[in-house]
T-cell receptor, first 113, second 114 residues
Framework: TQLLKQSPQFLSIQEGENLTVYCNSS?????LQWYRQEPGEGPVLLVT?????EVKKLKRLTFQFGDARKDSSLHITAAQPGDTGLYLC?????????????FGRGTQLTVWP | NAGVTQTPKFQVLKTGQSMTLQCAQD?????MSWYRQDPGMGLRLIHY???????DQGEVPNGYNVSRSTTEDFPLRLLSAAPSQTSVYFC?????????????FGPGTRLTVT
């Protein structure tokens, strides 16, 4: 059973385009994290969202946590080749102490110059 | 700080062989965990530890053992390797008490079992 469903699985776009990646679940989460992973390296945290409806911006990246804390989205404005990578969402179940962090299967983004 | 370090970076085993994947962190993080990453499967939690002497199972613990004798080290042992354990293994550590739960990942060990 897949706790976190990410879509799309693959995304290939031209430089300058906008895109949105989704992370959905039927479970409620106390927090949700977004990571980016480049080939041959471990994932690196981009952002953590905690409050339902929360919006966080990181330069051209905008992260939103759903009101019900079951889903999240990542929007990239004017994508650049440097944005290429595997984007992973991850979440710990509501009420859980620091224990199990579940990951989605990821969205592989390729931005062409 | 070196952060999270993993050795070896690459390893090839034959079915039935045993080995230990090493993981160390110098950030004094209490929480450490092991994940495996397979194509199209994301990262799946194998085992985790909330402190020295305490370990627990994750989603896919079968075939793997762990121990945590010090805060710094969290080795992962494969007692009898199987081809299904071919994967990339990531170790991660997390500071407790900060509230964010950020996992700091090592560079990974790419394991092939033939």
């Amino acid at each position: 059973t897949q706790l976190l469903k990410q879509s799309p699985q693959f995304l290939s776009i031209q430089e300058g385009e906008n895109l949105t990646v989704y992370c959905n679940s039927s479970s409620v989460f106390s927090s949700l994290q977004w990571y980016r992973q480049e080939p041959g390296e471990g994932p690196v945290l981009l952002v953590t969202v905690v409050t339902g409806g929360e919006v966080k911006k990181l330069k051209r990246l905008t992260f939103q946590f759903g009101d019900a804390r079951k889903d999240s989205s990542l929007h990239i404005t004017a994508a650049q080749p440097g944005d290429t990578g595997l984007y992973l969402c991850a979440a710990e179940s509501r009420g859980s102490t620091l224990g199990r962090l579940y990951f989605g299967r990821g969205t592989q983004l390729t931005v062409w110059p | 700080n070196a952060g999270v370090t993993q050795t070896p970076k690459f390893q090839v085993l034959k079915t039935g062989q045993s080995m230990t994947l090493q993981c160390a962190q110098d950030m004094n993080h209490e929480y450490m965990s092991w994940y495996r990453q397979d194509p199209g499967m994301g990262l799946r939690l194998i085992h985790y530890s909330v402190g020295a002497g305490i370990t627990d199972q994750g989603e896919v613990p079968n075939g793997y053992n762990v121990s945590r004798s010090t805060t710094e080290d969290f080795p992962l042992r494969l007692l009898s390797a199987a081809p299904s354990q071919t994967s990339v293994y990531f170790c991660a550590s997390t500071p407790t008490g900060t509230g964010t739960g950020e996992r700091y990942f090592g560079p990974g060990t790419r394991l092939t079992v033939t």
